[in-house]
């Protein structure tokens, strides 16, 4: 069964630094590996993807993602962070069969410090 | 591309009431997903729907629970004699078919059954 985990509750990191939001992931196939960032009372907003190609994946907002398939690992990095990015984040795995549903992990909330 | 719209945005209601959410998902998606979202978790998958086709129910939807996708585009979930344990955020997400395409999320419901 596919599965992610996300080891940390909570992120502190002070402005300006980069940050790092880990995950790890179970699958029995091709991983397709998702992250999603949640604002208080808000649905989840895309981030960015890995399908296949480069390990280092580029999204919004200065984003980016490491896929490392030894360490079956997809943190998500930013090189300087801002009190903006605050917020809970979500990764998540796409299922491989036919619905194609995500199976998520339980989320890191993410806090930025001036 | 007007995004993913649910409604309400909010709803309380008494155990035992039954209640209805509605999803508009983007225009031309055939995919539609519901998600359950509890505190301190991710999101869990409820349902799945490509065009009007109910095309797999978690075994969290209980028979309480009643998904519609009338004609393929908006789609309600129906709750009926509500528990205190029902209460949660709703979440749709719709996605095209094609390629890697990822979901878009609405903002969600969020249930209080008092």
């Known amino acids: 069964a596919q599965s992610v985990a996300q080891p940390e509750d909570q992120v502190n990191v002070a402005e300006g630094n980069p940050l790092t939001v880990k995950c790890t992931y179970s699958v029995s196939g091709n991983p397709y590996l998702f992250w999603y960032v949640q604002y208080p009372n808000r649905g989840l907003q895309f981030l960015l993807k890995?399908?296949?190609?480069?390990?280092l994946v580029k999204g919004s907002y200065g984003f980016e993602a490491e896929f490392n398939k030894s360490q079956t690992s997809f943190h998500l990095k930013k090189p300087s962070a801002l009190v903006s990015d605050s917020a809970l984040y979500f990764c998540a795995v796409r299922d491989d069969r036919g619905t194609y549903k995500y199976i998520f992990g339980t989320g890191t909330r993410l806090k930025v410090l001036a | 591309d007007t995004g993913v719209s649910q409604d309400p945005r909010h709803k309380i209601t008494k155990r035992g009431q039954n209640v209805t959410f509605r999803c508009d998902p983007i225009?031309?998606?055939?995919?539609l997903y519901w998600y359950r979202q509890t505190l301190g978790q991710g999101p869990e998958f409820l349902t799945y729907f490509q065009n009007e086709a109910q095309l797999e129910k978690s075994r969290l939807l209980s028979d309480r629970f009643s998904a519609e996708r009338p004609k393929g585009s908006f789609s309600t979930l129906e709750i009926q004699r509500t528990e205190q344990g029902d209460s949660a955020m709703y979440l749709c997400a719709s996605s095209s078919s094609e390629g890697q395409r990822e979901q878009y999320f609405g903002p969600g419901t969020r249930l209080t059954v008092t």
């Open positions: 890995y399908i296949t190609g480069d390990n």
């Open positions: 225009s031309e998606h055939n995919r």
